[in-house]
């Protein structure tokens, strides 16, 4: 089994909502257009007993989109303005995630490459099969009452995990999606996950294929030197 690291996933515990008052280029791989979440497939956690959510998270601005280009040129994705950017990255691993300015929503990228003794193969049945584990290892030891919905083969090299958990703010419990993306391509494994209050799903809805639509990956590209 190759070692993977989980850096990345474990920043995703940082997102507590906060409330308001009551296509193939010859050495890339894209995410490209297929990438965008049918209404039958997309997450939805089946809410809490508190049936007076008389509340709302505070929104989240995702629009004046800019590209940013990995400095090894590594990746490059179409991300709003105004997100705070971290790079955690390895020398053997690139993590890049972005926050919004309320603290709602996170997206995170992480690309590595695969190892000869791998459980990953270039099937839908084996990404869908390791991303599912991922989220069911690591994610579990930090969210609550984590749901995982079936991987889902968008037939463009990409698979899909749709996922929720539930966060607490202010006593509250609010339900939260995640959409886990991960396609290999040559050796290259990519991972893109995005993470936001599930009432804020539909309006973002769109933001957010822009997003993983806009990810490409360098598949030759080396990672920097330690």
Known sequence: MMKFHVTLISLISVCTPLLSAPSFA?????????????TGSSQRLTQSNDTNQNYQTQPIKA?????YTHKQSIFSVS???????KDTSKTDEVIVTWQDRTGNAVVSVDIFDNTPDSEIT?????????????????????????TINEPDDLKNGVVRVSWGYESE????????????FIRLDRNRVSIFTD??????????????????????????RPFPKP
Do not use: H
């Open 79 to 85: 991300m709003p303005a105004g997100w705070r950017r």
């Open 169 to 180: 703010s202010n006593g509250r419990v609010v339900p939260m999606s995640g959409t886990s």
């Open 195 to 220: 993470i936001i209050p599930t009432e804020q799903f539909e309006p973002l809805r769109t933001a957010l294929d822009k997003m993983v639509q806009s990810f490409t990956v360098n598949v030759s």
């Open 26 to 38: 010859a050495q890339t791989c894209s995410f490209a257009a297929t990438c965008n979440r049918s």
């Open 63 to 67: 629009d004046n989109f800019k590209t």
């Open 122 to 146: 270039n099937t839908p049945e084996s990404l869908g099969r390791f991303m599912t584990k991922t989220i069911n290892e690591v994610y579990k030891k930090n969210l609550k009452n984590v």
